[in-house]
Each structure stands twice: as structure tokens, then as C-alpha cells.
């Protein structure tokens, strides 16, 4: 029997995981594709991104998390549902291969959306991948050392305005570690000072950390206030250009930086599969993560629209879903393989927590109050680092922490992206990278 996992994220890497437990190494043959050798621990992303963590000690590679199952480092071209085959392409050498399947698990995760507004895929930087993560941090400094140099008082001041869109997770957090990083970098800089910084956060919505306690979204906003932050809620992104980005009310903010974190959407990989998708173009699965209408075809995590036991109601697209979801969608292929029934899916979530940088933090405990300050931010960090995988990773990612009460940020503008990295997040991002 062939298993094949397509994505080796939180989900597919945690589904094969499981799978090396639950079934013998005679009853089924594992493999699992990714495009990178290695997983990425996301919740730490935003501090890679303002250089408060080494990029390499929040990701793992996917051979070390591995004991049994095969590992192919390839990108996902194709997929033939009826001729139970998948084609990829090698991550290196481009050379193509097809994988024959009997059960075949979508894991392939999510990319940065859009929304088809103006300007955001050419002018915005998302932070969902490490280059993403590394080209933001670059970005800002180069964005000082412009402002150093230039005598343009309003150039300048466009070059010091960082802007972040969308005021869920991502945005919050990635707020509150661009607050610390320029705290700690600014004074490198002779020609102004840390006030000249400004940071503009844009929420469409009426309140921070849309979808969670309301109280957690008053806390991030009081809090990022209170350091600094130009908060607009209400008011949507209609364009974005290299000057400036523009809003619904009519206002025009000049930047040269702008984080874009307003949304996710499955990958494009999955879309134009003959398969049911949700609106937002998630591959639509029975409670038990099986694709209707097609034996032995599986999905989970964020390319999934999993739905939960209440009508109406779906699963989250979070780290700690899909962790939860790979050992679970293991149990039901094993049983299927042997013979057996599966069960639905049932998880209700522990809590959700966000570090707002500056050691603050807000959480939320399921059943429990809305904890705020240095706890929810001691908490935060003793979780994730509890569920960084890999002892090593736990000892760097720790000591990091521990160097950055004693020293400043790096203001070193490495740039270790490569071009595969450039020319997949174009397509991602629905430009052509052969056009560029
Ligand atoms: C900045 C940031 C912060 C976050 N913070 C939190 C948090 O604090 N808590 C939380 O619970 N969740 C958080 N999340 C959400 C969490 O990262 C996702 O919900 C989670 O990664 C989903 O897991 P997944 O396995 O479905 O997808 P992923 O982890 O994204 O894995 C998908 C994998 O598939 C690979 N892949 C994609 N396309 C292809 C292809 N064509 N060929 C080969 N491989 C491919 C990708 O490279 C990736 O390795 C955060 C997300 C971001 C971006």
C-alpha cells in the first residue's frame, strides 16, 4: 500500500509521523513531498522577521523528524485523481518525477492573499515564508539607511513609515516585534531618532484579533497604542503603489514598507483540482478529513475546509489545528487499510495566544479568563518553545531570547534569499516570474 503526503508542514509531516506509529513497515509504503528539506515553525516567524531570532533555529529538517518514511524534496506540479498519479519536480534540479499512489493526503498548507487589490502583489511583502521573513527585515534596514542619506525631510519621512495591513495574528505580532526592532536599531542611526519611526497598523474590521475574545483585541490595541502605533480601524486597503498606499476613507499614507498579513487562501496547487472547493478554494472534506466522492483521497490543515461538529461551523486554519489533525487523519487511514471504520474528527482548541513584542502578550485559555501583559507573553514563550520540535532547535531558539536582553539587533542586511524562493513567491503571488 502507497501512501503519498503531498506538503511536509505541521500537517503532512505530523500525519506521517503518525502514520510510521500506527501502521507496520509491511503494510504500508510512506512518502511525503516537500519543497524545502525542512519545516518551518511559524508562531516564531514574526521575530525572525524583525531579527529577534536566527532564521535557521525555528525550522527543522523533515529527514530528522523522519524514521522511516521517504522524503522527496520536490514541488507538486500535477495531480491525476483518476490515474492515481502525482507529477513533481525536483526543488533543485527541476527534473520531474511521478509518484503512483493508492491513498493520497493534501497537506500543501496556504499562501499570502491578495484579495485581487491593486498593487499588493508587486508593492507589499507578505510574511508566510523564512525568505518572506528575511526579505522584510531587509527591507526595513535598507529602509533606515535610505532615510540616513536622504536630505528630502518628506522622502525621509515616507522611508520611516512602516506600515502593517491586517490586525489578526500575524499583524498584531508582527506590529509589536517591528516596535522592538526599531527601539533597539534606531539608535545606530545618527541622522533621526526613534520618534521619526512611524507605524501605521490597517484593520478593515472594527477590532484587532478578529474571531477571538473581544477582550484580547482591546488589550493588543491599547497596548500598541500605547508604544506608538497609528491604528486605523475600519478602513480597507483599496491600492497599493511604490509610493504610497491607499485606503477606503480616502487617505493616502506615503511608505515604502508595507506587511501584508491581511488574509490567506489555499494553496493554488489544490484549485483547479476536479474536487468540491469552499469559498475561500479549500479542498471541501467529510468530518473524517476524506474527500467526498473519492476513495482513499484525503486533506488537512489549512488546504482543507474541515468542517466541525456544529452545522455551519469549520475548523481554523492554525498551527495547532493541523498538529492535531495529521495524527488523527493517521488513525483513520490505518483503520481504513485494515479493514475498519473511521470516526470524525473532534478537537476543541486549548486557547490562542499572541506576543505583542516589548514581553507583552494576551491570551486566552479555553474556558478560561483573558490573560494580558508579561504572563500571556511568559506563557506564549513557554509554549512555543515547548512545541518547537527538536531539542537543539529548543537550546538555540532559547538562547537567542536570552542574548537579545543583553544586545542590540543585528542591522547586517544579509541577503540569502534565493531565486527559486523569488520566482515561486511570484507565482504565489499570481505574477509571472518569467515576466520580470
Ligand atoms: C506568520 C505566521 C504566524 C503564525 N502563527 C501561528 C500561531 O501562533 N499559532 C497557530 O496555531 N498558527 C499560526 N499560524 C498559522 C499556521 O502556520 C498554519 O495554520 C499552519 O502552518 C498550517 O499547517 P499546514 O501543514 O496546513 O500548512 P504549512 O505548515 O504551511 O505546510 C504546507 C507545506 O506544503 C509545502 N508546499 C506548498 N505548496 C507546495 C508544492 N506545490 N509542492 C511541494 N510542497 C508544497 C509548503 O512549503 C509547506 O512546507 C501562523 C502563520 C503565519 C504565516
Known sequence: MRILILGAGFAGVATARALERCLRADEAEITIVGRDNF????????????????????????RAELRRARFVLADVAAIDLDARTVEVQHSITGAKQTLAYDQLVFALGSVTSTFGIPGVAEHALPLKTLEDAERLRNRAIASLELADVTTDPAERARLLTFVIVGGGYTGAEGTGEWIDLFHSITPYYRSFSPRDVRIVLIEAGPLLLAGLPPAMGRYTMKNLAARGVEIHLGDAVTSLDERAIHLASGTAIPTATVLWSAGVRPTPVVRNLPLQHARNGGIVVNRDFSVPDRPGVWALGDCAWIPMKAAGEWYPMTAQHAIREGPALARKIAAVLRGGATKPFDFTALGTMASLGGRRGVASLAGGP???????WFLWRTYYLSRLPGLDRKVRVALDWALGLLFRRDIAELRVYTQRAQERA????GLDPEAN
Open 39 to 62: 519545516s518551518l515553525f511559524t508562531p516564531m516567524l514574526p521575530e525572525v522577521s524583525a531579527g529577534g531570532l536566527e532564521t535557521r533555529h525555528i525550522v527543522t529538517p523533515v
Open 370 to 376: 483573558v490573560i494580558t501583559g508579561f504572563p500571556a
Open 426 to 429: 511570484a507565482r504565489d503571488a
